[in-house]
């Protein structure tokens, strides 16, 4: 696992012919809809007429997403999936010929019908786009395929704007044929290409597909909102895109009165967005890395308080106008304060790309098959709503209140922390998955082994593991990436300060029969209670920390949950925690053990789950023995 990359995934079948289709795609709708505004430009169309341009060409574009992601979710469901992307690209290469018949005629109003067909045409792809990964990807490559998609969509889109804004520079007379011959070029290459992309089932293939769009768009809001985590997933997602459309259309107005760049030169606008593209390509890829190849959406936080934090920098970091004018490129860099407000952009970039890529993730893990798509067609829907909303609101906010870009940027940053907080109060799993990841990550360096493939995706299931130190549910906590109820101490459970975080983690306290026998019997209820529900709970069968290093007796307890319930048990084990500060080891000497090394290597190890109708406490004290050896 150490020498693993998730770079390898794109010499795979399985996962190349589908990155390069969706890159291209979004290349060529970028390619197409900057080719217009250079068409404008050399039909010599005045700078209102640009300006309308600006305005009506995305709701264009955007408004099919509305009409009809929701039937669009309903085909890809329906469907075998490389099946709908061969013709979604076929549809691209008559959309792409009709646009190229709009350039040859120079006709601007063939032109926005054919963009209308690219957002219909992308509508129906969309739901495609993301819920196939799971279906070519294993659970422990859902992150670091998820960020080289992010990846890939951000550069292409960059490449993409620059590319059509050169075509009639480079072309000069003969633009309007050179655009032509480019996107309907690109749209065949990726209809080829996604012919070898693996064919995979359908996520429905019963469904009944139903016409209507507004009470199937209804449907689908309500299905992608039965799991609180999911939604509050495609909330965050959809904020995401608030927060870059919002961002990204006053880089124009900000790189010229702010950053000193001409009037008549896109110079410092390409080079700012491509700052922030490349950041959140960066911050993509990064996800895997910090996340230890699970679905970490510890992460989310993390990337939350990076945007805001550099967002505000780059807002104090120039607050006023440029001090000189006119500037290229390398006269900008010269500017003293250049570095600052680079290292913004690429950090504001790199945040966001942190921020989306679990989310992304986590809907995938948590969505049924047979819902996945229809889950990404809501998604598409509450996107193109929160994109709307942020151009309006940065209309307001611009015309109608007179605030500048850096102030803009300011009430964004605190919006933004604003937002965070808020999702992470009412989904507690988000802050509790960032304060494990955190505390976890910095004090030690965790090998993971087991886990994405033997504990369950969904349904109920029991964890047993051995009780080295009061850090073992926290190590447990920030690895298993779906949440767990651990059963622990009352007396542990109650330390004040600790206990909101124990209770906020919805931690089942218990007590020994002699101590407290009604808390022990509502303890074992709140357990049956939570299995019942498809929870995973957390138990530590020992019933107290070793005191040697070694695995004591599994005590009845276990059994008993599992005479109640016989729900699937996962056997886990901790190697090398025994050398831990937060260990019993050296307690006589009266003081805590200093671990050995910083960030010591830590193992968890997860065997393969066990029928919980024949588990006894014997037999998995056995099991979890193997699975720890002599690494204490």
């Known amino acids: 696992m150490s020498g693993y990359s998730q770079f390898s995934l794109l010499t795979q079948r399985r996962f190349l012919p589908y990155f390069t289709v969706q890159a291209l795609g979004a290349f060529n709708d970028n390619v197409y809809r900057q080719a217009i505004i250079g068409l404008l430009i050399f039909l010599g169309a005045s700078t209102e007429d640009r300006a309308l341009y600006a305005i009506v060409a995305p709701a264009i574009f955007i408004l099919p997403y509305f009409l009809f992601s929701a039937i669009a979710g309903q085909i890809a469901e329906k469907l075998e999936k490389q099946r709908l992307i061969v013709i979604t690209t076929t549809m691209e290469i008559v959309i792409m010929s009709l ?62 704007m620059i590319a059509g804004g050169m075509i009639f520079q480079v072309a000069g007379a003969h633009g309007p044929q050179a655009a032509a011959i480019a996107i309907v070029l690109l749209a065949v290459l990726g209809n080829v290409l996604s012919r070898m992309i693996p064919r995979m089932d359908a996520g429905a293939p019963d469904l009944k597909v139903h016409w209507n769009p507004i009470p199937e768009s209804l449907a689908v809001l309500r299905m992608a909102k039965q799991q609180l985590a999911v939604r509050n997933a495609i909330l965050g997602v959809s904020w995401f895109w608030f927060f870059g459309t919002l961002l990204t259309s006053q880089l124009p107005t900000y790189a010229q009165l702010h950053l000193g760049g001409p009037a008549d030169s896109a110079t410092l606008y390409v080079f700012a967005l491509a700052l922030f593209s490349i950041g959140t390509g960066v911050g993509s890829l990064l996800c895997e890395k ?42 900008f860099l010269r500017q003293p304060g250049s570095v600052r407000l680079i290292v913004d952009l690429l950090g504001i970039g790199l945040f966001t790309g942190i921020f989306v890529v679990p989310l992304f993730a986590l809907i995938q893990s948590r969505t049924h098959a ?6 990404f067609a809501a998604l598409n829907i509450q996107n193109s709503g929160f994109i709307v909303l942020a151009a309006l609101v940065g209309l307001a906010l611009q015309r109608g209140l007179g605030w500048s870009s850096p102030q803009m940027f300011l009430a964004l940053a605190i919006a933004n922390a604003v937002v965070a907080i808020w999702i992470f109060t009412i989904v507690p799993e988000f802050l509790m998955r960032f304060l494990s990841w955190l505390l976890v ?28 130190s009061y850090m073992d549910a926290l190590i447990l906590a920030a690895t298993i990436p779906r949440p767990v109820r651990f059963v622990m101490y009352y007396r542990i459970f109650n330390i004040p300060v600790m206990s909101w975080i124990f209770r906020t983690a919805k931690a089942i306290p218990i007590a020994g029969a002699k101590e407290d026998p009604e808390l022990m019997r509502r303890a074992f209820e709140e357990i049956d209670a939570a299995l019942a529900a498809g929870e995973i709970v957390g138990i530590f069968p020992e019933g107290a920390l070793t005191k040697d290093g070694e695995i004591a007796a599994f005590k009845s307890g276990v059994e008993k949950i599992l005479e109640r319930r016989p729900v699937p048990v996962v ?23 200093v671990p050995r090394r910083f960030r010591a290597h830590v193992e968890v190890m997860a065997g393969e789950p066990m029928d919980g109708a024949t588990a006894t406490a014997d037999v998995l004290e056995a099991r979890v023995r193997a699975l720890r050896g002599d690494a204490a």
């Open 370 to 375: 047979s819902q996945m798509a229809r889950v």
């Open 571 to 593: 056997p886990m084990a901790l190697k090398g925690m025994w050398t831990s500060m937060w260990s019993r080891r050296d307690t006589r000497l009266g003081r805590m053990r």
């Open 99 to 160: 646009a190229a018949v709009g350039f040859l005629l120079q006709n601007l109003p063939l032109l926005l019908v054919a963009l209308f067909c690219t957002g219909v045409q992308s509508t129906l792809f969309g739901p495609v786009k993301y819920s196939v990964l799971p279906a070519i990807l294993k659970p422990e490559e859902l992150t670091g395929g998820n960020g080289l998609v992010e990846m890939g969509t951000s550069i292409s889109i960059l490449c993409g």
């Open 290 to 331: 910090l996340s230890g190849r699970t679905v970490e959406i510890g992460l989310v936080p993390v990337g939350a308080f990076g945007m805001s934090a550099f967002l505000l920098d780059l807002y104090f970091a120039r607050p006023g106008l440029a001090p000189a004018g006119g500037l290229d490129l390398a006269q």
């Open 441 to 468: 990550r910095t004090l030690y360096r965790l090998r993971l082994h087991g886990i994405e493939k033997n504990v369950p995706d969904e349904g109920p299931a029991l964890i047993v593991c051995n009780h080295v």
